[in-house]
């Protein structure tokens, strides 16, 4: 089987990409190939280059970054017959991570326990507009993600404070938006600060939306902030930090769900955060949770 590591050099840190060769050269016949991606999506044509290289062959392919990079990287497959996918968790918020108890989730750092690991079927959300693993959200999130690129791309200084002064300025100025949600049939008729329908348990790596997350049960868990301005999410932000459920299903509409909808009642764009990623430019979204559909590489012993 032929190794492919997808690395994002913007998600590591240079120490991370000089140990990762470092590492492999360790491994021997260890068949593999290491490729650095140009720019945001660049993911997605590296895979599909390879899958024409190798065609027919067997691939392990190894997402060295954050959410987004696995998100772009599983955007580039036709299909997951023949591959086998690793996260190796470069990135900032590495969300799927927390479906896993602590001492599981640490083992995921170690290449070497990705190289020699078991695969096990996981459930992903498809989309009509692409694929992720662990969450589709809109609202307080989406204006963060954006304000947040548009000044790491103007910033000379550390990203942390760019980050923190755009969530405050989020708090303020993001629009709540009027939706027409669809949730397994079931209609619903709002104005929601926040969406998020989830495959994991958190959102930015700290924000809890689900209790108990299961990611191979073909259900997905949501939470939905009904509110005319962002302050709605804000209330909840200390409640889902500190994963007191209770206090959150008062103050939210929570659930599962399998197939979903999502339309904007004025026509304007939704835009929707995928897994770190944003898109922007639809005003209607669909997605299903797609029941054991990818291949995912854990340390071994490890199961979802």
Avoid at 134 to 145: A, K, P
Avoid at 231 to 256: E, F, H, N, V, W
Wanted: proline content about 4%; glycine content about 8%.
């Amino acid at each position: 089987m032929t190794h492919i590591f997808i690395t994002n050099p913007v998600a590591g840190r240079h120490h991370e990409m000089s140990d990762l060769r470092r590492r492999l050269e360790e491994f021997d016949d260890l068949d593999y190939y290491v490729f650095s991606t140009r720019h945001s999506g660049y993911e997605k044509e590296i895979v599909r280059q390879v899958l024409e290289i190798f065609e027919g062959e067997k691939l392990r392919f190894y997402s060295c970054g954050g959410m987004g990079t696995l998100r772009n990287m599983l955007n580039g497959f036709p299909n997951f017959r023949n591959v086998e996918i690793a996260m190796v968790p470069w990135g900032r918020a590495n969300d799927i991570l927390q479906v896993f108890s602590q001492e599981d989730a640490q083992r995921f750092y170690d290449i070497g326990e990705l190289i020699h690991g078991d695969v096990v079927a996981c459930d992903y959300i498809r989309t009509n507009h692409g694929i992720c693993l662990n969450n589709l959200s809109t609202g307080l999130d989406t204006y963060v993600l954006e304000r947040e690129r548009r000044r790491r791309d103007n910033c000379i200084v550390n990203q942390s404070v760019p980050y923190m002064t755009t969530v405050l300025h989020s708090v303020f100025f993001s629009n709540a938006q009027n939706l027409t949600v669809t949730i397994d049939g079931e209609r619903t008729e709002d104005t929601f600060s926040e969406l998020i329908f989830g495959n994991g348990k958190t959102l930015v790596g700290k924000l809890n939306f689900s209790e108990q997350p299961e990611a191979s049960d073909g259900m997905g868990e949501y939470l939905m902030v009904p509110g005319a301005s962002a302050l709605a999410t804000l209330m909840c932000i200390p409640d889902m930090i500190r994963k007191d459920y209770d206090s959150i299903r008062q103050k939210t509409m929570t659930g599962q769900w399998r197939k979903i909808r999502i339309t904007s009642k004025d026509g304007r764009p939704v835009p929707m955060n995928q897994d770190g990623v944003m898109i922007d430019s639809y005003s209607e979204w669909e997605a299903q949770i797609v029941s054991k559909g990818l291949p995912l590489v854990v340390p071994k012993g490890v199961t979802l």
